[in-house]
C-alpha cells in the first residue's frame, strides 16, 4: 500500500478524560485507503524534548470530509504537547503506516483497555461494514476513566470491566463473565496492555478461537528502514512498524 | 548560472553530493513511496554480513535529546540473500549503490567484499570497522591503527572498485586512524558512524537498551562530526564523505567546508522520509547565493583568520 507524507489541519483537539484527548485532523486531498489497525507516524515541532515522530493508531477515518481521527493518552512530553494543540494547525503525518486487522464476517469480540481502544473503533466499523457482529469489552481503573461507551455501543454490544468496581463488572477485562461462553466467537482482537492481550491470547489458544493483538513497540522510523521496533516472531526478528502492528498470536514467539 | 552539483571520490562520479546513510535508508525501496531514488547522490545499503545476523534483543532504542540511541547489531539477512533477493530489486536505480560492508572477522570482510566486487551496478563498498552494536569485531577494527590498516589491506587485495572505509569516532585520535586506512589503500574515508553512548530510566532503574550501551546518532553528534571531518582533512589526501546529525543543507555545507567532498544523511531521514531531496535543493540554493559554480569547490573550503 502507498504511504504518503502530507500535513494535515487541527480542526478539533477534545479533552476525553483527565488522561485521553481527541484530535480531528483534516486535509483537502481525498484520503488513501486506510485498513484499520494502520497508523501515523506525527511530527511534533516546537517540543525540544520530542525528537522523533509519534506513531499513533487511526481511531476513526471520515472519507467523505477527509478526516482522520486519533485518541490519544498523554504519556510524555510529545503526547502532552499534542494534548495542547490549538485548532487551525499544522501536521505532519507520515501515513497510512502497518499492516491492519484481518476483517472477519463472523462474531467478533473486541477487548480493549486504555488508548488500546483507539485502534478498535475503526476496526469496529470495518467489522461492521463486512457483516460482522461486534461485542466489545472495555476495561478501565474506575468509572471516571471509562469512555467511548456510546461509539462503540451504535456498533454492537458493550461489556464493562473496572478496578474498582465502579461500573460493570469488577476486575481486569480477562475476569468478565463473557469468557465463560468464549468459544461462542469466531475470532478475538485485542489491543491494550502486554499482559491483558498475554492473557486473552491464553484463552483465544485454549479455545482454539482466531486471535490477533495490535503490538506498541517502540519506534523511530515507522516505515521498515531502522529495524528498532522488531518482536521475536516465529520466523525472527520482524518489524513491528511494516509486519505488524497487528499479529496472529500464532505468530509470535512470548504469546 | 547553474551550479554543478557533481563531486567524484576518485573514479567514482556522484551527480550530487548527498547519499544516505546504512542503516537509516533500508535499501532504498522503503522510500520510494516519499522520493525518487533517482535523485540521489548514491544509497548506502544496510551493513551486510557473511551469514544471516538476527540482530540484538528489543528495545533497541531510546530518544535521546536531539538525538538516537541505537543498538540494532547489525540485522541483516546476509550477503548471499543479498545478492539473490535484494540486489535484483535495486540495482535499475540511477544512482551510486554502495554496499556497507561488515564482519567479525578480516576473513568475514574478505568473503563479504569478494562477492560483491561480482556486482556490475554496486561501483563501491564501504567498510564498516565502526559498529559499535556487536560484540565481536565491527569496531574493534576501528580503534586501532594497526587492526585498521590490516583489514583494509587484507579487503584491498580482493575488491576493485571504490573502497570506502567508515571510521568510529570513539578514539582518541582520529587522524591516526584515517592514515591507517590510507595506508592500508582504501579510495576514501567516511566518518562517523555512531558514537557509543547510554540511556537509563530512573524510575525503574533499568538501561533503556537490551544491550545496555549504544549508539548515539542526530544533531546531538554533529559538532564532533564536524571536528573530526576537519582534523581528518588535514592528515589524508583521500576524499571524506562527512556524516552525522546532518538535517539541513548548511549542515551540509558545513562538512563540506571543513572538509568533505559529499555527505550522508541518516537519522534525518526518519524525522522528514524527504529530507535528502530538501538538502540537494538547499545546497543548490546556496551555491547560488554564493555564487559557486562547481560545489565541489566548497570542499575545505573554510576560511579562517590569521594575525600576520
Ligand atoms: C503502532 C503504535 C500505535 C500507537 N497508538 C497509540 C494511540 O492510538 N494512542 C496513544 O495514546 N498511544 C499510542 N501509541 C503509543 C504512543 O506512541 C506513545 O505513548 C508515545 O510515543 C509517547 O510519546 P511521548 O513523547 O508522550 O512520551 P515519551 O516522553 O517519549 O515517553 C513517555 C513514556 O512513554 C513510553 N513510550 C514512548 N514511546 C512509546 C511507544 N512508541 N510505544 C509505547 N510507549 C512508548 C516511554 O517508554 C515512556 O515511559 C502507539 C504506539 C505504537 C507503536
Ligand atoms: C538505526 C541505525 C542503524 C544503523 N546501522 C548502521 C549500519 O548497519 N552500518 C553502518 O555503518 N552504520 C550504521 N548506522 C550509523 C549511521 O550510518 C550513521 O553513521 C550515524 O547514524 C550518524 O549519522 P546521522 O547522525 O546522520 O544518523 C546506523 C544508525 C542508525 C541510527
Ligand atoms: S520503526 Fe524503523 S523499522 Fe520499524
Redesign the pocket.
Known sequence: MKKYVQDFTVIANEKVNSDYFMLTLQQEAPLPEIRAGQFVEVRIDQAPDTFLRRPISIHDVDFVQHQLRLLVKINGTGTKHLSRISNGTPLNLVYPLGNGFTLTTGRALLIGGGCGLAPLYYLAKQLKQNGASITTIIGTRCQSMLFGLDQFQSLGDVLVTTEDGSCGEQGFVTQHSIFQQIETFNFLYSCGPEPMMKAIAKVARQHQIPCEVSLENMM?CGIGA???CVTETNSGHQCVCTQGPVFNINDLKNY | MITDLNVSIQQLSFKNPVLT????FGYGIEFEYFIDINRLGGIIV??TTGQHREGNRYPRMAETPSG?L?A?G?QNKGVDVFINDIYPKIQHYDTNIIV?V?GSSIEEYVAVAEKIDTLNQIPAI?L?I??PNVKQGGMAFGTQCAAAEKVVRAVRDVYHKTLIV?LTPNVTNIAEIAQAVENGGADAVSL???MLGMSIDAETRRPRLSTITG?L??PA?KPVALRMVWQVYHAVKIPIIG????TSATDAIEFMLAGATAI?????NFLDPQITLKVIEGMENYCQRHHVEHIKDLTGALLIETNH
Open positions: 523511530a531502522c529495524l528498532c | 546513510a546504512s542503516g537509516t544496510k551493513g538516537m541505537n540494532v547489525l556497507n561488515s564501504e564498516n565502526s559498529c567508515k562517523i558512524n555512531t549508539g546518532s542526530g553528534v556524516l552525522g546529525g546532518i550522508e544523511i541518516g537519522t534525518a
